[in-house]
């Protein structure tokens, strides 16, 4: 172990190069400007209400698959998550893998939206927006790729509606919803949701986010701005760290009725494994018989692994894949490895299953 040198003069001389570090460091915080993401272009397709359909615009220089790709996102986050920036795009590498790739954007609940429930959601919205895409490629089924909560939305769309659905591809999906590493399910296991709800009415996106962020209280809100200090000089890496501190606290507000039915039916009871769960109609995941692709992150602290691979042996289909990446929640859309691995595999197992031209 190296001595370390407290003599007066190399304390000074360190204080001295932090501080030049740290002005140099704000001076590029000022000069940052506009942090931009979802950076690959789009046109709205369909809108309703606060939700907004997105096909992102086809390459000219290459034909897309036959088949579109609806990507649907959780309700807690902002959905630009998959599209950060130019070299850490989950879309784009899709689409360069030759997904023609669609995107549900739920919006920001207000207080006209305190009543909407998972029906709403997802025999409601999202049923349409399959519709919309259908209509627009003459197609009776599309594939779907459903990301977080939104894997869970689309697990229990494609039971109730297996006539619509090609291809299903789950991304840190959870199914089983009380697994002993589950730390967030402990925790909210013991919410008395009636009273949150019932008093707050939509639950604000701040409450959970500050929820999400003390399960890993010293990594995720006292190490990474430690770590900080040695980016502020880099304006690049600087300008990931907001990017991804944008997304971090851009957290919606959750419809209050749909919150109370998700935590109360998925985490405190566990119906979709265990049975009992009805959105509109009963969900029985042995209804689910298409393709499926369960993606899973084995660091992950939300979604555990075991929370995803409890999928399997409780489908209805003959055609189950599992791909493990050896990352975390978040690294799975956004990490140099995950953009050169996981969308290409998706889109190669789509392309194996896709109909004949």
């Not at 909560?149 to 039971?159: D, H, N």
């Not at 000089?233 to 959750?254: C, G, T, V, Y």
């Not at 197992?349 to 109909?355: E, Q």
Request: one cysteine or more; aromatic letters at 8%.
């Amino acid at each position: 172990m190296l001595p370390i040198d407290i003599r007066p003069d190399a304390i000074l001389r360190e204080l001295n190069e932090y501080g030049e570090k740290l002005a140099h460091g704000v001076n590029n915080l000022m000069q940052v400007g506009e942090i931009a993401c979802g950076v690959t272009p789009k046109t709205v397709v369909y809108q309703e209400d606060k939700l907004k359909l997105f096909r992102f615009d086809p390459p000219a220089d290459r034909v897309p698959s036959r088949v579109p790709l609806l990507i649907v996102y959780a309700l807690v986050n902002r959905p630009y998550m998959t599209d950060l920036q130019e070299n850490r795009s989950t879309v784009r590498a899709l689409m360069e893998a030759g997904q023609d790739v669609y995107l549900v954007d739920w919006g920001y609940p207000d207080r006209a939206d305190r009543f909407l429930t998972l029906d709403d959601y997802i025999n409601g919205y999202l049923d349409r927006s399959v519709d919309v895409i259908r209509e627009r490629h003459r197609l009776q089924r599309i594939n779907l790729l459903g990301i977080c909560q939104g894997g869970t939305f689309s697990l229990c769309y494609a039971a109730l509606h297996p006539d619509k659905v090609s291809n299903l591809v789950t991304m840190v999906t959870p199914v089983d919803f009380q697994t002993p590493d589950n730390l967030l399910s402990h925790w909210v296991r013991e919410v008395d949701v009636d009273l949150l709800v019932d008093t707050l009415g939509n639950v604000p996106g701040e409450m959970l986010n500050w929820t999400f962020l003390n399960l890993k209280p010293y990594q995720l809100m006292g190490q990474k701005y430690l770590g900080l200090l040695d980016t502020l000089d880099d304006p690049e890496a600087l300008k990931n760290f907001l990017r991804m501190e944008k997304w971090i606290f851009d957290s919606p507000d959750q419809a209050g009725e749909a919150f109370r039915q998700f935590i109360k039916d998925f985490y405190q009871h566990n119906r979709l494994i265990h049975g009992g769960l009805t959105i509109g109609e009963p969900v029985d995941l042995r209804n689910v018989t298409m393709p499926v692709l369960n993606v899973f992150a084995e660091q992950d602290h939300l979604v555990p692994p075991d929370a995803s691979r409890a999928m399997r042996g409780r489908l209805g289909t003959n055609d189950y894949t599992e791909l493990s990446f050896p990352g975390g929640h978040i690294g799975i859309y956004v990490s140099g490895k995950a953009q050169k691995t996981v969308p290409p595999a998706i889109g190669k197992w789509l392309d194996a299953r896709a109909p004949a031209r």
